[in-house]
């Protein structure tokens, strides 16, 4: 956020879509600097999070350990939770957001889609991979976010399949029978990030021939 100057001011919705620690120990960092701000009265309005039962007790739980009373004091205050389930529909800013279970079977884990302003549509399906359940939700999705853990090429080394997770030809092919305009492919491994966006624009692009957008960390992409 500081590299991108996005003022924590700024931030009054946060959406956690399952309790894995690489998805939910910054919702902290985020609780203490909005709860700072609030202190020295410059923080406006609320901060929602929208997540699922089992992440509001270990948000809760991780607060508690982790931050002084100071800080804690405006859960439930100016710090409120949105406590989702399947089908659960929210007003957020200026879009109609609707939420729903993934269908994972390792930890309840909720994606989300909506409708943008110019009638797009954008859907996130967490971070594993489509499921038939979903179709309702990615089909004809102007943006698809869909994991893809590394090439088809190098899944020997990865083991993706093991972990449910999918590669970028999987992705693809998603994309491609859900008749998909933009795939924004995510959740990657991380061995070779320089010439990550070239080499798995390159192998998607066997199996979907829509746009596809592998973005770098702090990339912004203009929906």
């Known amino acids: 956020m500081e590299k991108l100057n996005i003022n924590i001011n700024k931030i009054h919705h946060v959406f956690i879509s399952h309790r894995h620690n ?31 039962k089992e992440n509001v007790e270990a948000i809760r739980i991780l607060s508690s350990l982790l931050l002084d009373k100071k800080f804690t004091n405006y859960i439930d205050n100016k710090i409120l939770f949105v406590e989702i389930d399947h089908a659960r529909k929210e007003k957020i800013l200026t879009w109609d957001i609707e939420f729903f279970d993934i269908g994972s079977t390792k930890q309840l884990q909720f994606g989300f889609t909506t409708i943008l302003n110019d009638k797009k549509k954008l859907t996130f399906l967490g971070d594993e991979p489509y499921r038939e359940v979903l179709f309702d939700y990615a089909n004809k999705a102007d943006y698809l976010l869909h994991e893809a853990f590394c090439l088809y090429s190098q899944r020997e080394i990865f083991k993706p399949y093991d972990k449910h997770h999918v590669t970028v030809k999987e992705a693809c092919e998603n994309a491609a029978r859900l008749k998909v305009k933009n795939l924004i492919m995510y959740h990657t491994e991380d061995k070779n990030i320089v010439e990550r966006k070239k080499l798995y624009t390159a192998e998607g692009r066997k199996y979907f021939m829509g746009n596809i957008l592998v973005p770098d960390d702090l990339e912004v992409i203009n929906l």
């Open 22 to 52: 690489d998805h939910i120990t910054g919702i902290i960092w985020i609780i203490r600097a909005v709860a700072q701000q609030i202190i020295n009265g410059k923080y406006e309005g609320n901060l929602k999070i929208y997540c699922h």
